[in-house]
């Protein structure tokens, strides 16, 4: 099993900053990637970015430019860095790590985003 705990949401107002940080724990597979989600009211949830255990990043087209994931492998935590704020992007953003192999997805709790006009 893997225990993700997130933290470091919270309400800033639009053009701000956050960074969201999430630690694993647990029998954390050595090949892993390791990934934010985030889901709005009513929507479904999508993905924000990734990042392999060997540094390989992947951001979806809304965040390029303006989001950051990294990753402190001896630690196993990963990071959000959430510039430029906007208000579409409040939702609930979620921690997730997977085997490269695939297998199951572990989940974090989730913490909330709120970004104000």
């Known amino acids: 099993q893997v225990q993700l705990v997130e933290s470091g949401g919270g309400l800033v107002q639009a053009g701000g900053s956050l960074r969201l940080s999430c630690v694993a724990s647990?029998?954390?597979?050595?090949?892993?990637?390791m990934g934010w989600y985030r889901q709005a009211p009513g929507q479904q949830r999508e993905l924000v970015a990734t990042?392999?255990?060997?540094?390989?990043?992947n951001y979806a087209d809304p965040v390029k430019g303006r989001f950051t994931i990294s990753r402190d492998k001896p630690q196993n935590t990963v990071y959000l860095q959430m510039d430029s704020l906007k208000v579409e992007d409040t939702a609930v953003y979620y921690c997730n790590l997977q085997s490269t192999f695939g297998g199951v997805r572990y989940w974090g709790q989730g913490t909330q985003v709120t970004v104000s006009s």
């Open positions: 990042i392999s255990s060997g540094g390989t990043t």
């Open positions: 647990g029998s954390i597979p050595r090949f892993n990637v």
